[in-house]
């Protein structure tokens, strides 16, 4: 009787084994990639972000937010090329209002690099696809001042008080305030 219980347990044990073994685990879709990459990057772990975005734009080449956020990934890593490269990708993906942030973004970008020109090409481009950003305006008239176009920073800023920057709206009241009448 041992004998015939020990021979069932011996062809028993592999089947046993088999089905407690847990199965492999499914792979993690592009939006778990995305979402636990936004927490590390929120946790201030870039290059585990990076990494994580990176995995999900591979198994997804068309999310584009995760474009957007190894974006400023980049840029946080004052990497300026790989931001610009990711943010162009998302200009070239993206309907209208994530071309608009990401024209943005990328004059963010070009202005923390020094190519004062090529982010008021950018924040330009942010503008004619959404009128009312007035941080578009803002920033492009910081860097009209960078390349000493004080007229073009001058209108941009009134540019800007017109969409609600109550900061440039101050400013402008306590050294320009001709100017807002003129917009008027």
Not at 29 to 58: C, N, V, W
Request: with cysteine; glycine share 6%.
């Amino acid at each position: 009787m041992n004998r015939v219980f020990l021979k069932q347990a011996c062809l028993l044990l592999p089947l046993a084994g088999a089905l407690l073994t847990p199965a492999p685990a499914a792979a993690d879709t592009p939006k778990e990639h995305f979402e636990r990459g936004f927490e590390r990057h929120q946790d201030g772990r870039t290059d585990s972000a990076i990494d994580l975005y990176t995995k999900a734009i591979k198994a997804n080449p068309s999310y584009i937010q995760a474009y957007q956020m190894r974006a400023a990934a980049w840029h946080q890593e004052k990497d300026y090329n790989r931001a610009r490269a990711d943010y162009s990708r998302v200009i070239e993906l993206g309907d209208t209002y994530f071309q608009a942030a990401a024209y943005f973004n990328r004059g963010i970008v070009n202005y923390d690099d020094g190519r004062f020109h090529d982010a008021i090409r950018d924040f330009t481009d942010a503008v004619n696809l959404d009128r009312k950003m007035s941080n578009a305006y803002l920033f492009r008239g910081i860097a009209r001042g960078r390349t000493g176009d004080r007229d073009g920073q001058l209108g941009d800023f009134v540019m800007a008080a017109r969409f609600g920057d109550k900061r440039v709206r101050a400013w402008l009241e306590e050294h320009a305030p001709d100017e807002l009448d003129r917009q008027r």
